[in-house]
């Protein structure tokens, strides 16, 4: 089924070109000088502003690891972040709590907690599965380093990343 | 007062060659050939450097974004980075170029490009190269930019290099030619190719209102359009940059080169740019003079870069508006309209000279070029006929 389109038939004024062209010139000093005015608004300028206060409560940052109210790693080393982690970013070396601790009943805690940010993907599957709600996306996003090393995020790094947190259960809230 | 600081350049200049007073004369006339050669390089290459960044600033404000902001106040260093970075960068030269060639094309076109500059009067008194045919001068060097185009094209050894020398050659040379004839009716009308004449026959106000210059006249008028779209596409601008159009050869004859001799590539399209506009300016806009009686007092050399800045911002401002031209329309464009139109401006100029140069003189050239203008258009357009245009397997 052939289409053929219609040339519109243009009038002398038109086939000029000049109204257009100077209709063309028009619009672009337009745009120019509402910009030297300052009506246009044109974008976010980066590194002097951000947008940290307007993210949502929900938004995925990089991934971090929280303290509960007295100390303790949230962590007890399950290792089912490790092995739901689809890209394999997270690296843990589980280690034992004495029994003379006041944890002991724990039984586990990580003594690594590796997280490889150049392969990490934000996904947040690692905070879907923790049981003890160790693990959370935070809003740091602007995350670099010089040497690949530089990019992967040890315990020290992830706890002070993620903090205290407080409460016992908020794996089940509505945003979370 | 006023005369004085107009003259501030020329009696510095004197000043510096008294104190050679007692050597040979060709001592005194190489040392003031060198304070010029000096003087123009070390002014247009910040006017180069200042216009390539505020080119990127004013199209960036035509397109709502700001241009280039970070490297020192506004951006303005921003030129000294991109120097910096062209330095330091790789010169790749391909295996298979012609060496020679290839070196010497950004060489050439550099060159050209600076000695145009030399013959335009920037203020009274102040022509750094003053010689009978300047005019002639400078369309004879400025032609040679095709040869360098030509070389960069060629010795690269590369398809795009090739395309975009042949599509280089191709619009300069249909364009070098409107472009020359436009000049003629002031040549004609002034009697003189030296372009300090012709910046003097156009002092003075009729009605001790508008300035003399040319282009208030119909023929100056459409000389000077002509002239300055002639001059958009020797300056290969946007939109007429099809010779290094990206979208489709890559970057035409300048492909294959890198660092610092792409600068200088670039480097010689900005002060082409330049030179193109001082002639326009000294042809039809009066080179230095000042647009009124009252606004004498400002030195003429500040009139002379008002003008230039305003020019500079017309090619700009057409950059930030025109898409690309095709390169068939271009050329049709050339020689189907702007080579008759700049012959009609030629005989425009003769009718209004031989009418007595006043009220009459101008509606009879006014006459000549409307009644040309509209039975080109008539032509031209009963010319063409499309076919219609189908889309076989559309659905």
């Keep these: 089924m052939a289409i053929t389109v219609p040339r519109p038939k243009l009038n002398w004024r038109e086939r000029s070109y000049l109204p257009a062209i100077v ?39 990089a991934p971090a690891l929280v303290q509960d109210e007295d100390g303790r790693v949230r962590c007890v080393a399950c290792q089912l972040c490790e092995f739901i982690c689809p890209p394999r970013a997270i690296k843990i070396i589980p280690g034992e709590i004495p ?23 934000f996904c947040g599957m ?8 160790a693990i959370f996306l935070r809003k740091d996003y602007a995350i670099t380093g010089f040497t690949r090393a530089d990019m992967v995020h040890h315990k020290e790094k992830l706890l002070e990343i993620g903090g205290v947190m407080h409460g016992v259960v908020l794996k089940w809230n509505e945003k979370k | ?36 050669i000096f003087m123009l390089l070390a002014v247009f290459l910040t006017l180069f450097a200042l216009i390539s960044v505020l080119e990127r600033k004013i199209l960036a404000r035509m397109q709502n974004r700001y241009g280039p902001n970070r490297v020192g106040p506004f951006g303005l260093f921003q030129p000294i980075a991109d120097g910096i970075k062209m330095l330091i960068k790789e010169d790749i030269v391909p295996a298979r170029a012609d060496k020679i060639v290839h070196f010497l094309a950004p060489v050439l076109i550099a060159a050209v490009a600076i000695l145009t500059l030399g013959v335009i009067p920037y203020g009274r008194n102040m022509t750094p190269f003053t010689i009978d045919g300047g005019i002639l001068f400078f369309f004879a060097v400025g032609s040679a930019t095709e040869l360098a185009v030509f070389m960069a094209g060629w010795g690269s050894n ?31 009308v002034v009697g003189s ?25 119909p023929w100056g008028a459409a000389a000077f359009v002509l002239f300055f779209v002639s001059g958009l596409v020797e300056s290969n601008r946007t939109p007429f940059d099809v010779p290094e159009g990206e979208s489709e050869i890559v970057a035409g004859h300048m492909t294959e080169y890198s660092g610092f001799k792409y600068a200088t590539f670039f480097m010689a399209e900005y002060i082409g740019m330049f030179a193109v506009s001082g002639l326009a300016m000294t042809l039809f806009l009066g080179g230095w003079h000042a647009p009124a009686r009252i606004l004498e007092i400002i030195p003429s050399y500040v009139w002379f870069f008002v003008k230039l800045g ?32 700049a012959f009609t401006c030629v005989i425009a100029a003769a009718v209004w000279h031989y009418a007595g140069r006043g009220l009459r003189g101008w509606l009879w050239s006014f006459l000549v070029i409307a009644i040309v203008y509209t039975a080109l258009s008539t032509l031209l357009d009963t010319g063409r006929k499309l076919a219609p245009r189908v889309y076989r397997f559309a659905e």
Excluded at chain 2, 173 to 179: I, N, V
Excluded at chain 2, 206 to 215: G, H
Excluded at chain 2, 312 to 330: C, K
């Design chain 1, 126 to 133: 690692c905070e879907e599965v923790c049981p003890e709600q």
């Design chain 2, 1 to 36: 007062m006023s005369n004085s600081i107009d003259q501030v350049f020329v009696h510095a200049k004197q000043w510096l060659l008294s104190s050679l007073t007692g050597s040979p004369g060709w001592v005194v006339q190489v040392a003031s050939i060198l304070i010029n």
């Design chain 1, 23 to 61: 209709a063309g010139l028009a619009i672009t000093f337009k745009h120019f000088k509402n910009m030297l005015l300052g009506r246009t608004k044109v974008t976010m300028q980066y590194p002097e502003q951000k947008w940290d206060s307007s993210l949502p409560d929900h938004y995925r940052g």
């Design chain 2, 193 to 217: 190719l030296t372009p300090d004449r012709i910046v003097a026959a156009q002092a003075g106000y009729t009605f001790d209102l508008v300035p003399r210059w040319f282009v208030f006249t």
């Design chain 2, 158 to 188: 590369n398809k795009f290099s090739m395309l975009g020398a042949m599509r280089a050659i191709a619009q300069m040379f249909s364009y070098e030619l409107p472009l020359i004839i436009t000049a003629l009716p002031v040549v004609m």
């Design chain 2, 310 to 341: 305003s020019l500079l911002f017309v090619y700009i401002w057409v950059r930030g508006t025109l898409p690309r031209t095709r390169i068939d329309q271009m050329m049709n464009f050339a020689w189907k309209f702007m080579l008759p139109m």
């Design chain 1, 99 to 121: 029994s003379a601790d006041r944890f002991a009943k724990v039984e586990k805690y990580p003594e690594a907690f590796d997280i490889d940010m150049i392969r990490c993907i």
